[in-house]
């Protein structure tokens, strides 16, 4: 689709797709209030969400829903008056900060997009390490220069040159209150790790048992040691396998809709892996049964 005239080159339209999600639209759009313009996509909302934001005064445009946000980005956008899009999504929020900077970056011309740290909330609670708290988004940019890709979980890409990375800081975060409750968490992973799979099928991605074995190491190496998880404590710990717990729900659909079937190959792997890890296993089981002991000849307990 062409992109209509664009009257205002330095204005900013925050474009949001949103379906039933008026319990948390609120403070997302009471952050934006300094933009120039506010789209919102109502995908047959059955709550308040169209009615809270026209209150907040969105242009809202009505469609038939789609599982996964990807392919609405720029059905969304397209609607825009103005050069520069900020994608958000309802259980999001613009800090101060970052509506500051935001606009200071949208008088330039020669930045095409911008990379925000998102700050994902989960649980009731923020992560410390960088490494989940500060996690990089491109949010904002010229709806002439960038498009918006259809495969799930998926940013655009911009020549580095044309790119502006905000710095790693609280004051200029995207909060994003992303899984308030286990439901949630576990609705989230269903609906994008099915469409994530399908879009990995329509691909011609081929499912085996060392790919899921090195994408599922790979996310727990990242998302428990090196973002040390054990420092935010339980929360830290639960967070940690909600998001492995996301690239298992992938890997499990991409396998069932692959065919589902056992492979010799694929067996021997599993095979072997299991017989690896029963060594770290059992040694963990002997370290904590002798913590117990010595907690017990304890003095004073």
Known sequence: MTAPPVPNTTGISACIVCRNEADRLGPCLESIGWVDEILFMDLESTDASAALAREHGAVVIRREPLPIVEPLRNAIAAHARNAWI????????????????????????DVDAV?????????????????????????MYRRDRVTWPLFPNTLPKVPPERLVTLPKRDDVVLVHDRNRNLPEALERAIRYGT???????????????????????????????????????????????????????????????????????????????????????????????????????????
């Open 115 to 139: 990379v925000i740290p998102r700050m994902n909330i989960d649980l009731g609670h923020a992560p410390s390490s960088p490494v989940q708290r500060y996690e990089g988004q491109l949010r």
């Open 86 to 109: 900020l994608a958000l999504d309802p259980d999001e929020r613009v800090t101060p900060g970052l509506a500051a900077a935001l606009r200071e970056i949208a008088a330039r011309d």
């Open 195 to 301: 469409a994530e799979a399908q879009a990995m099928v329509d691909a011609g991605q081929t499912f085996s048992a060392s790919a899921m074995a090195r994408v599922m190491l790979r996310a727990i190496d990242r998302q428990v040691f090196e973002a040390k998880a054990w420092r935010d404590g339980v929360p830290g710990l639960l967070r940690a396998a909600i998001l492995v717990n996301y690239k298992l729900s992938v890997w499990t659909s991409f396998w069932q809709l692959s065919g589902g079937r056992r492979d010799p190959a694929d067996d021997r792997l599993v095979n072997h892996a299991g017989r690896l890890l029963q060594i770290p296993w059992r040694l963990g089981r002997v370290v904590l049964t002798l913590h117990a002991l010595v907690k017990r000849r304890s003095p004073g307990r």
